[in-house]
């Protein structure tokens, strides 16, 4: 039963990861952009210090694998998401609609679309965040 519920809130936690990858890119493309920059227009009479350059081809780096940990763990969560919305395959659940009615039935399928996770019941696809029970 903890499985289910975690299923069916760790699919809301994609929206937002979705959103801090997109972030992360930016953040990546606008650092590198500043960085050749700098390097274009610098003084030839007064170059900039090594060291600066060094760090900030460190920080680029951190950047990188913060942005590859990030891609990871969104891969991670999705097969978790996955995994958790096929379990309930064969089991009983309670569904809340959109008009607030109540429909139970049986799991029959589960069907993904590129991110999307729906659970069929009764030969209709539901959101798994519309369930409120299972058994």
Do not use: H
């Not at 499985?3 to 990546?28: E, F, G, P």
């Not at 993904?112 to 696809?125: F, H, K």
């Amino acid at each position: 039963m903890i499985n289910d519920v975690t299923a069916v809130s760790s699919q809301m936690a994609t929206s937002a990861n979705a959103a801090t990858q997109t972030k992360l890119t930016l953040d990546k493309d606008a650092f590198l952009k500043i960085f050749l920059a700098q390097l274009q227009y610098q003084d030839p009479l007064n170059p900039a210090d090594g060291t600066e350059f060094i760090a900030e081809l460190a920080q680029f780096g951190m950047l990188e694998q913060l942005t590859n940990l990030t891609e990871a763990l969104t891969r991670l969560l999705q097969f978790e998401q996955k995994a958790q919305a096929a379990a309930l395959i064969g089991k009983t659940v309670k569904i809340a609609t959109a008009d607030k009615t109540l429909v139970e039935g049986v799991v029959a399928a589960v069907r993904w679309s590129g991110d999307q996770i729906s659970l069929v019941v009764n030969g209709q696809e539901y959101s798994p965040d519309q369930v409120i029970e299972v058994r």
